[in-house]
């Protein structure tokens, strides 16, 4: 039962920053640099997936964590917040396209550095 419970909270983490990142940003390459209005509460939503399974895991692995671990938490979560800041920025009706362009570089470059940071804190706990 238990694993299926951090599988379904991995996928829940994972998926959801794909679709949501990937929807905000992989948007302006395809010609559509608007995130609608509409998707606001698709954006909320998501937000709430990725902290909701981040957290849980959060709880599960800090406990054993080695040296450095929690520091390098801290950092992603702080970098995850921006992230989120951005793409919510991008579901505003009365931007400039030149913000628009500004929020979603920065996203992308937010969404690169905290795939960094989980993938080190997971080479942190040698898994
Ligand atoms: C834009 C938002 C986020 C993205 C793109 C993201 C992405 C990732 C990725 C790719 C991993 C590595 C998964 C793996 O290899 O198993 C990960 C792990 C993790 N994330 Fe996130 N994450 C985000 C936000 C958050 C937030 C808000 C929290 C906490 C509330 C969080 C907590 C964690 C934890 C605890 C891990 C496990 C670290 C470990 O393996 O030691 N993440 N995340």
Do not use: C
């Amino acid at each position: 039962m238990e694993i299926f419970l951090d599988l379904l909270m991995r996928w829940l983490h994972i998926f959801t920053a794909i679709a949501m990142v990937g929807g905000a940003v992989g948007g302006a390459y395809l010609g559509q640099p608007i995130v609608a209005p509409l998707a606001r509460n698709a954006v909320f939503s998501g937000i709430v997936g990725i902290a909701i399974s981040g957290i849980y895991n959060m709880m599960k692995l800090m406990k054993g964590a080695p040296q450095g671990w929690h520091m390098w938490f801290g950092i992603k979560f702080l970098l995850a917040l921006h992230v989120f800041g951005m793409i919510f920025l991008l579901t505003k009706t009365d931007s400039t396209p030149e913000k628009r362009k500004r929020w979603q570089m920065s996203a992308l470059i937010g969404t690169a550095a905290v795939v960094v940071a989980g993938a080190y804190l997971r080479h942190l706990r040698g898994a």
